[in-house]
Nanobody, 123 residues
Framework: QVQLVESGGGLVQAGGSLRLSCAAS????????MGWFRQAPGKEREFAAVISSGSVTKYYTDSVKGRFTISRDNAKNMVYLQMNSLKPEDTAVYYC????????????????WGQGTQVTVSL
């Protein structure tokens, strides 16, 4: 089992920045690819970013490329999502997830999920 706890969400004005953190505990964190997904009200949960176990591979959804950066610290069992130039359409609950597969954008290929952290971007 892997337990994931997100933090760092909040209310920010458009153009601002937030840094989300995800703390992992349980089984070997460094063996998992780690992803961030988000779910806006009334919408399906969608992929945002993923980082491979050794940080070699990173993927981003097109809408966040150039604005979001995913990183991890395997020594601290942490994964981060730095979000810059935030837009109102980034408003969502952000979820951290762990996959035992290689870095994947597919929601169904993640084994463990956190409870989520709310990000609200105002005009």
């Amino acid at each position: 089992q892997v337990q994931l706890v997100e933090s760092g969400g909040g209310l920010v004005q458009a153009g601002g920045s937030l840094r989300l953190s995800c703390a992992a505990s349980g089984r070997t964190f460094s063996g998992y690819a780690m992803g961030w997904f988000r779910q806006a009200p009334g919408k399906e949960r969608e992929f945002a970013a993923v980082i491979s176990s050794g940080s070699v591979t990173k993927y981003y959804t097109d809408s966040v490329k150039g604005r979001f950066t995913i990183s991890r610290d395997n020594a601290k069992n942490m994964v981060y999502l730095q979000m810059n130039s935030l837009k109102p359409e980034d408003t969502a609950v952000y979820y951290c997830a762990a996959s035992s597969r290689t870095a994947t954008i597919r929601r169904g290929e993640y084994d463990y999920w956190g409870q989520g952290t709310q990000v609200t971007v105002s005009l």
